[in-house]
């Protein structure tokens, strides 16, 4: 898939981000959140587009859950579809558990904030920097969506997300063989092809337990080592992020 | 002074410091180990960048299991190379193995796939003017993903590798291979991996530090020269030991305690 065309210039200005859950940074990386703020600053922005992420999960904790929860949740705040792969026998059963991002702050106390102006005292040389603080929330709350959400996990997702065809949920026990769900997922990847154009759509991909043992392909090795390598070349020809967790025992093969 | 010029440590192990003459690897076998917490694909396009300096006539013909060509493109520009102008002047020839899978469930099927790569890639090799023939280096990166392609029968991937070095017997190529050493650290008898051990001529190893992370040190490289004329005519292994770090443009190598 390389690239055919000659390249004018080595270095083109970054587009304005026009859709909200995607964030440009200078040397051409896109990223998109990973829905757990302090986990996209230890990462340096969040999850770059096309990288497939390995999370393996603690025999103790369902911590990968939260990542995993985080992480749809996140797509769809943004409106990125999203596909989501389980072992259960009934996967859309776990879309009700996402949780609902929390409401910022400065929407609830926009009307708040003049009255109580008045009320501070504030010492002479600060008011001035208070002044410009105030137009800059102003300017920013206003139709601008965050990059990464915080999510209030005691609140599920409302149905409005949850809508369209946005969410496709696949059971791992129907597939027999990993080629079917290969298959499954480059139809959904060719959604988002890579291309130089504008970014339009970027897509999602949460895979849960992909070596559980209730699946019939769970012994197969090298066919999950197959399919992880193939999902990997069809995320670098796409724009889209794959989160994949693995049970403990995977490692010890 | 430019620093993509002039040699560094890694250039003068290897013997690519020698600025004109005969393609230093020709006929040898470069072996490149490393792991995860280490990466050692930047000694692949440290070789690819000195293969494709201006002043000399090498062609390089690259089996790409892991990287996308616009991946390798954007670090060897970073590098000072063009790949993209090289590749349209019959230098730099990629062979995009990425979505490459040949299961062993035929047993012809299984090989089809690896046999038909060998015989394009030894059709360019024959194909290729009489002068370039000399300074062809074929670069296979990486060959554990060609294990994982062919479904784990490393029979099939070794049998590749075999059928490639005959080229470098025959034609004089440089064969130059990557290879993940911790995958097989936990078996007991890491037959593939020391397959290609016995099979190199020159092994890169990457490591990380044995004192663990730091931020100016990436980590420690070996170079082990098999079967090198020594001084009185003899022969002999030579091993440099240095450490590096990855930098933005380029990647600093440097003896513990110094910085360059």
């Not at chain 1, 083109?12 to 996209?40: E, H, M, R, W, Y």
């Not at chain 2, 600025?19 to 230093?24: E, L, Y």
């Not at chain 2, 990380?208 to 079967?227: E, F, N, R, W, Y």
């Given at each position: 898939?390389?690239?055919?065309k000659t390249?004018?210039?080595s ?6 981000s ?5 964030k440009f940074v200078?040397n051409?990386t896109i990223?998109v959140?990973?829905?757990?703020p302090?986990l ?5 922005g969040g999850f ?8 393996m999960?603690d025999?103790e ?9 985080n992480?749809?949740s996140q ?5 990125q ?11 859309r059963?776990f879309?009700?558990?996402l949780p609902s991002?929390?409401?910022s702050?400065?929407?609830?106390s926009h009307?708040?904030?003049?009255e109580?102006d008045k009320g501070l ?13 105030q137009q ?9 969506q965050?990059?990464c ?5 005691r609140k599920?997702?409302?149905r ?7 969410v ?7 597939f027999?063989n990993l080629?079917?769900?290969?298959d499954h997922?480059?139809s ?11 970014i339009?759509?970027?897509g ?5 337990s ?10 197969m090795?090298?066919?999950?080592l197959?399919?992880i390598r193939?999902?990997?070349g069809?995320?670098r020809?796409s724009y889209?992020?794959?989160?994949i ?9 | 002074m430019d620093?993509?010029?002039s ?5 003068e ?11 230093p ?7 490149v ?7 050692g694909s ?7 960048k000195?293969?494709?300096?201006p002043?000399?006539s090498n ?6 299991f892991s990287h996308?060509f616009?991946h390798?493109?954007?670090?060897l520009r970073k590098l000072?190379s063009?790949?993209?102008a ?9 062979f995009?193995m990425?979505m490459?899978q ?10 089809d796939g690896l046999v ?8 360019l090799?024959s194909?290729l003017?009489?002068?370039k023939?000399k ?5 296979v ?6 294990e994982?392609?062919?479904n784990?029968?490393s029979?099939?991937?070794?049998d ?6 005959t080229?470098?017997s025959e034609f004089?190529c440089s064969?130059v ?7 097989y650290s ?8 020391l397959?290609?051990e016995?099979l190199?001529?020159?092994?890169v190893k990457?490591e990380?530090l044995?004192t663990?992370l ?6 420690q490289m070996?170079v ?5 004329c020594?001084?009185p005519g003899?022969l002999m292994?030579k091993?440099?030991n240095f ?10 190598y440097?003896?513990p305690?110094?910085r360059?």
């Amino acid at each position: 898939m390389a690239a055919n065309k000659t390249r004018t210039s080595s270095f083109s200005a970054a587009p304005s981000s026009q859709t909200p859950g995607i964030k440009f940074v200078p040397n051409g990386t896109i990223f998109v959140s990973s829905g757990i703020p302090d986990l996209d600053k230890i990462l340096g922005g969040g999850f770059p587009l096309g990288s497939l992420v390995m999370v393996m999960e603690d025999a103790e904790a369902p911590h990968h859950m939260l990542l995993l929860r985080n992480f749809m949740s996140q797509g769809l705040v943004h409106n990125q579809p999203l596909l989501y792969a389980s072992p259960a026998k009934d996967p859309r059963e776990f879309l009700g558990t996402l949780p609902s991002p929390v409401l910022s702050k400065d929407d609830k106390s926009h009307n708040k904030d003049p009255e109580q102006d008045k009320g501070l005292r504030i010492a002479w040389q600060y008011k001035k920097y208070f002044g410009e603080n105030q137009q800059n929330y102003d300017s920013h709350r206003v139709g601008k969506q965050e990059f990464c959400n915080d999510f209030d996990l005691r609140k599920p997702l409302e149905r409005q997300f949850l809508g369209g065809c946005r969410v496709d949920c696949v059971s791992l026990q129907n597939f027999s063989n990993l080629g079917a769900l290969q298959d499954h997922c480059a139809s959904f990847l060719a959604q988002f092809p890579r291309n130089d154009d504008n970014i339009s759509r970027v897509g999602r991909l949460a895979i849960q337990s992909l070596c559980a043992p209730q699946c019939g392909y769970s012994t197969m090795e090298w066919e999950m080592l197959s399919f992880i390598r193939s999902l990997k070349g069809m995320l670098r020809s796409s724009y889209a992020v794959a989160v994949i967790t693995f049970p403990s025992f995977a490692i010890v093969l | 002074m430019d620093p993509h010029r002039s040699p560094n440590l890694l250039d003068e192990a290897l013997g690519l410091d020698q600025s004109a003459g005969t393609w230093p690897l020709g006929g040898r076998v470069v072996l490149v180990e490393d792991c995860v917490e280490t990466s050692g694909s930047f000694v692949l396009y440290q070789i690819i960048k000195r293969a494709l300096s201006p002043n000399s006539s090498n062609v390089v013909i690259f089996l790409a299991f892991s990287h996308s060509f616009s991946h390798i493109d954007r670090i060897l520009r970073k590098l000072g190379s063009n790949l993209v102008a090289q590749r349209d002047n019959s230098r730099f020839f990629f062979f995009d193995m990425l979505m490459l899978q040949c299961p062993e469930g035929d047993e012809r099927k299984g090989k089809d796939g690896l046999v038909e790569l060998y015989r394009k890639v030894q059709t360019l090799v024959s194909s290729l003017p009489e002068d370039k023939k000399k300074c062809i280096t074929i670069m296979v990166d990486d060959v554990s993903l060609m294990e994982v392609a062919t479904n784990g029968s490393s029979d099939h991937a070794l049998d590749f590798l075999r059928y490639c070095h005959t080229l470098t017997s025959e034609f004089g190529c440089s064969l130059v291979l990557l290879n993940h050493e911790d995958i097989y650290s936990g078996l007991l008898r890491p037959t593939f991996l020391l397959q290609m051990e016995y099979l190199a001529d020159v092994m890169v190893k990457a490591e990380p530090l044995a004192t663990g992370l730091a931020s100016d040190v990436h980590g420690q490289m070996m170079v082990l020269s098999k079967g090198v004329c020594g001084k009185p005519g003899n022969l002999m292994n030579k091993m440099h030991n240095f450490q590096f770090r990855i930098k933005e443009n380029t990647v600093e190598y440097f003896y513990p305690g110094r910085r360059t």
